[in-house]
């Protein structure tokens, strides 16, 4: 059997004397379809459907924008630059040029938030929203704050400083101190138990119409290492204010975790 070497043999309605019998030919390639490639604008196209009041706009440009309005019909009209290669006047749609000079201060917004947004990844979609309010937050103060210390704009103090500066503000009034210790954490043991009984001491309940008022022993209604009971006495502690009986419900209460 002769061997295809894959070289190109034209043929162009050949005879039977010229055909020879080693001769084989070339399967015929399929043409290439040209790729557009990505980037370059197409023919000035916009499509346009409407439901009630509102209007749904898709417009070809570099790729394919999708647009909602109330207000536009999706005109095509002149944004008043010339393309510096044909010299003639660009062309958008009414929507996209009302939307290009009104939307600025937004994009101006996300752009000084870009560098100190606080937007974490998440699954669940408020999160993202609500880190994103933070953020505008935060920028609509500094601009308020700004305004109302008329600060000169050569020596005014950057977003990032203001951001950090509310940050620490926040952690002295608010912040709680915490440990450097690695390990696994263990909850706080409740004031009652630390204290114990240096602070903490039965006194006798006051007294209403010559007698003294009763309380129900904590104790004894929350138990969970045996039976529950509504004991009424009328002793508490000074400090906890909560009704307890003298003796094991007292020790109990402020010696164990779990009674």
């Known amino acids: 059997m002769p061997k295809f070497d894959g070289s190109k043999i034209r043929l162009d309605n050949p005879s039977a004397s010229d055909t020879n019998e080693d001769e084989v030919a070339a399967p015929a390639r399929p043409e290439k379809r040209r790729k557009k490639r990505k980037g370059r604008k197409t023919d000035l196209f916009i499509q346009r459907e409407k439901a009630g009041k509102i209007g749904a706009f ?17 005109e095509i009209v002149e944004t008043g630059k010339i ?12 929507l996209v040029v009302d939307y290009t000079q009104n939307m600025r201060l937004v994009d101006k917004s996300d752009c000084q938030l870009s560098s100190v947004e606080c937007l974490r990844k998440s699954v669940k979609w408020y999160h993202k929203f609500f880190f994103h309010l933070i953020d505008v937050s935060m920028l609509n ?12 704009p050569t020596k ?4 990032r400083e203001f951001i950090y500066n509310v940050a620490y503000q926040l952690l002295e009034k608010y912040g709680q101190p915490t440990t450097n210790i690695k390990g696994r954490r263990h909850n706080p043991l409740p004031d009652r138990i630390i ?3 240096s602070r903490h001491y039965p006194i006798h309940t ?14 004894c209604n929350h138990t969970t290492k045996r039976p529950k009971k509504r004991t009424r006495v009328n002793i508490i502690c000074n400090e906890c204010k909560i009704g307890l ?4 419900c007292f020790r109990d209460y402020h010696t164990l975790i779990n009674f």
């Open 58 to 74: 898709k417009w070809n440009d570099r790729r394919a924008v999708h647009l909602l309005s109330t207000i536009h019909k999706g």
């Open 83 to 94: 393309h510096h290669r044909t010299k003639k006047p660009i062309l958008k749609p009414d």
């Open 141 to 152: 103060a500094y601009n308020i704050w700004l305004i109302r210390k008329d600060i000169d």
């Open 156 to 159: 005014k103090p950057k977003l």
């Open 195 to 197: 204290e114990g009984y």
């Open 206 to 219: 006051e007294m209403v119409n010559g007698q003294r008022q009763r309380k129900e022993c904590y104790v």
């Open 245 to 248: 009986c003298v003796g094991d």
